[in-house]
Nanobody
Framework: QVQLVESGGGMVESGGSLRLSCAASGFTLKTYVMGWYRQAPGKERERVARIENFGVGTNYAESVKGRFKISRDNVKNTVYLQMNSLKPEDTAMYYC?????????????WGQGTQVTVSS
């Protein structure tokens, strides 16, 4: 059974940093492109970063480029999102998920997410 458990969220001031973790189980992590997504109240869920199977290739939304860094440890079955220079507009629930391919859609197996709140 696929399980994705996000952690590491919290409340920080503008300019602060957080490191999110996503513990994956029930599948072989290295066989999937992985992504981090976020959803703010009243807004659609958006992908903020993705990383190819072995971590060589990454891609970021323009809104987080240069501030966020996605990484993965296929041995620990964990995907990370280092978030620096946080802004109030980064406030959202953050989720990780596997993608069907580099340009594919996320799976239906969403975790509970981790809340990030950035105060001004």
């Amino acid at each position: 059974q696929v399980q994705l458990v996000e952690s590491g969220g919290g409340m920080v001031e503008s300019g602060g940093s957080l490191r999110l973790s996503c513990a994956a189980s029930g599948f072989t992590l290295k066989t999937y492109v992985m992504g981090w997504y976020r959803q703010a109240p009243g807004k659609e869920r958006e992908r903020v970063a993705r990383i190819e199977n072995f971590g060589v290739g990454t891609n970021y939304a323009e809104s987080v480029k240069g501030r966020f860094k996605i990484s993965r440890d296929n041995v620990k079955n964990t995907v990370y999102l280092q978030m620096n220079s946080l802004k109030p507009e980064d406030t959202a629930m953050y989720y990780c998920n596997m993608l069907t391919s580099w340009n594919g859609d996320p799976s239906d197996s969403w975790g509970q997410g981790t809340q990030v709140t950035v105060s001004s």
